[in-house]
């Protein structure tokens, strides 16, 4: 676990069995003013994956001050010609107290508010590297004690519904869903928790 000033972050990643690479990247960083997390799934599994995945990573590091529909944009240019990639990204301004979010393919979001959850988001379809038909972007208030769950397509709609989701501690989520999820995981599999704690730290 990693523990900020204003934000704690803790991730579970596994590969698909029998794949020695992780087609799934993800970064985050924390920053004065703002926090950024991203998460990418490169199409297919393995070292091919890898590579699209890591290309998001890369573009979203040099460009991370920009707007979540501009870097989303950017990813999408880098990635034509490659294998392709989705990817959810979410930035939170300690400024204006808000949250923006957005995702393409299939990484989800669970937003909840002191335990209660909140909603879920809907990504837009299509994938990086193709001719997509733009993204929606979702900004909202924030709240303290907001925990967001970003995920890839590797954890199953079922094993969201369990109660350790709910936990305020981090690092908690993460070691719960290792220990209670399938351990022979059938497709690359990245659960970050993601906590604002609020100005008190």
């Given at each position: 676990m990693?523990s900020?000033k204003?934000?704690?972050?803790?991730?579970?990643?596994?590969?698909?069995?029998?794949?020695?690479?992780?087609g799934?990247?993800y970064?985050f960083?924390e920053?004065?003013?703002?926090?950024?997390?991203?998460l990418?799934?490169?199409?297919?599994?393995?070292?091919?994956a890898?590579e699209?995945s890591?290309?998001?990573?890369d573009?979203v590091?040099?460009?991370?001050?920009?707007?979540v529909?501009?870097?989303?944009?950017l990813?999408?240019?880098?990635l034509?010609?490659?294998?392709?990639a989705?990817?959810g990204?979410l930035k939170?301004?300690?400024v204006?107290?808000?949250?923006?979010?957005s995702s393409i393919?299939?990484?989800?979001?669970?937003?909840?508010?002191?335990?209660?959850k909140?909603?879920?988001?809907?990504p837009s379809?299509g994938?990086?590297?193709s001719?997509?038909?733009g993204v929606?972007?979702?900004?909202?208030?924030l709240?303290?004690?907001?925990?967001?769950?970003?995920?890839?397509d590797?954890?199953?709609?079922k094993e969201?519904s369990?109660?350790y989701?709910?936990?305020?501690?981090?690092?908690?989520?993460?070691?719960?869903y290792?220990?209670?999820?399938?351990?022979?995981?059938?497709d690359?599999t990245?659960?970050?928790a993601?906590?604002?704690?609020?100005?008190?730290?």
């Amino acid at each position: 676990m990693i523990s900020g000033k204003y934000v704690d972050v803790s991730v579970y990643q596994k590969s698909k069995k029998g794949n020695h690479f992780c087609g799934d990247s993800y970064f985050f960083i924390e920053e004065d003013q703002m926090f950024l997390g991203v998460l990418a799934d490169g199409l297919g599994s393995g070292e091919i994956a890898k590579e699209s995945s890591q290309a998001v990573i890369d573009i979203v590091q040099q460009h991370k001050y920009k707007t979540v529909k501009q870097i989303i944009d950017l990813c999408n240019k880098q990635l034509i010609g490659m294998r392709g990639a989705v990817m959810g990204i979410l930035k939170i301004d300690f400024v204006d107290q808000t949250f923006t979010f957005s995702s393409i393919g299939n990484i989800g979001i669970i937003i909840l508010e002191k335990g209660c959850k909140k909603k879920r988001n809907i990504p837009s379809s299509g994938y990086l590297g193709s001719r997509y038909r733009g993204v929606k972007v979702m900004t909202e208030k924030l709240s303290e004690g907001t925990n967001f769950i970003v995920f890839s397509d590797g954890v199953k709609d079922k094993e969201l519904s369990e109660y350790y989701f709910k936990d305020y501690k981090v690092e908690r989520i993460t070691d719960a869903y290792a220990q209670y999820s399938d351990s022979a995981r059938q497709d690359d599999t990245t659960l970050m928790a993601i906590r604002y704690k609020g100005e008190k730290g």
